[in-house]
């Protein structure tokens, strides 16, 4: 029979260990849950995004209420994030990067906008505070 004792439970991950000679080593490593809730609160933020931009270029009302919507589901998504753990100093920045970077992607791809250079250092700066930020 296999089993596992939980050594650690930290802010960055889920390590699983087993004391059976046979499956020593990492059983599994999963992201913390807080990280989810970040994922689904930048998704919510960019299809709000997205329908706000829709609702900038056609003026229907639907899709400005849509996108009400969909910014008060990413702040649920939020406060879940914060209550299963995330500090809110990085997660913010997090949120912001990741928010960041799939806006501009969606602008360009989708909308066709242009992008300056001072934006691509900004996503290159973005991606480093990420970088630095999963550094513990």
Not at 28 to 47: G, I, N, Q, S, T
Not at 67 to 90: D, M, P, Q, Y
Request: charged share 10%; net charge neutral; with cysteine.
């Amino acid at each position: 029979m296999l089993a596992a004792q939980v050594l650690t439970r930290q802010h960055c991950c889920t390590i699983l260990y087993t004391r059976d000679t046979t499956h020593e080593g990492i059983i599994c490593m999963l992201p913390p849950r807080w990280l989810y809730f970040l994922l689904v609160l930048v998704a919510f933020e960019l299809v709000a995004d997205i329908l706000a931009k829709q609702f900038a270029l056609n003026g229907k009302l639907v899709f400005a209420l849509l996108s009400i919507i969909g910014f008060v589901a990413a702040n649920i998504a939020w406060i879940l994030s914060l209550r299963t753990g995330a500090e809110l100093s990085k997660g913010a920045v997090l949120f912001s990067v990741l928010s960041g970077i799939g806006a501009v992607v969606i602008g360009i791809f989708v909308y066709h906008e242009k992008v300056g250079p001072f934006q691509i250092i900004g996503l290159i700066l973005g991606i480093a505070a990420i970088a630095f930020l999963s550094v513990e």
